[in-house]
Every structure is written in C-alpha cells, then in structure tokens.
Nanobody, 113 residues
Framework: QVQLVESGGGLVQAGGSLTLSCAAS????????VGWYRQAPGKQRELVAV???????NYADSVKGRFTISRDNAKNTVYLQMNSLKPEDTAVYYC???????WGQGTQVTVSS
C-alpha cells in the first residue's frame, strides 16, 4: 500500500504563490511517474501536472507557465510550485501515482480574489 502525505496548502491572494509537497512511502519512488491532481467543489478530479521517472514534466493547459512540478528521489517527495495563482485554482490538491489506486488526504488551496 502506498502512503501519501500532502502539505503546503493554504489561503493566498490572487497572484500569490504556494509550494505543495507530497511525501510518499510504500513504493519504489524513483521508478514511478507521479502527478498532482485537484478537485474543486462540485467538479471532477483533474490532472494538474505529472512528472515521469526520468523527470520530464507535463502540464494541464490551465496551469502551463504558472506551475512547476519537480521531484526529489532521495527524499521520496514530489513538489508543485504554484505561481500567479488565480481564484479558479482553488481546490483540494492530491498527489497520486497513476499506476496505483492509493490517494492521500489532499491539501486545500484557496485563492482569494
């Protein structure tokens, strides 16, 4: 079973920045792609960004140029640097390994206008 612990969320004004962290255990972190997903109230969970085992990132169009995903294999941790935040970025953010079923508790990000 994969354990995932997200942190770093909070309340920020539009235009601000936050960095999310996700510590993983119970998995060989370095050989797996991992992503950040988010779910806003009343909406389906969506993929925000994913990073391959080799470090190649891909982003949803809505966050390109504003968000940066990175990973530290030595720390079994994936990060999401979020800049130029918008109210529509408000959601619970989760990290997730696409080939596994496990999810963490998520971290709330709220962007005020």
């Amino acid at each position: 079973q994969v354990q995932l612990v997200e942190s770093g969320g909070g309340l920020v004004q539009a235009g601000g920045s936050l960095t999310l962290s996700c510590a993983a255990s119970g998995i060989i972190f370095s050989i797996n792609a991992v992503g950040w997903y988010r779910q806003a109230p009343g909406k389906q969970r969506e993929l925000v960004a994913v990073i391959s085992s080799g470090g190649s990132p891909n982003y949803a169009d809505s966050v390109k140029g504003r968000f940066t995903i990175s990973r530290d294999n030595a720390k079994n941790t994936v990060y999401l640097q979020m800049n130029s935040l918008k109210p529509e970025d408000t959601a619970v953010y989760y990290c997730h390994f696409p080939h596994y079923d496990d999810w963490g508790q998520g971290t709330q990000v709220t962007v005020s206008s």
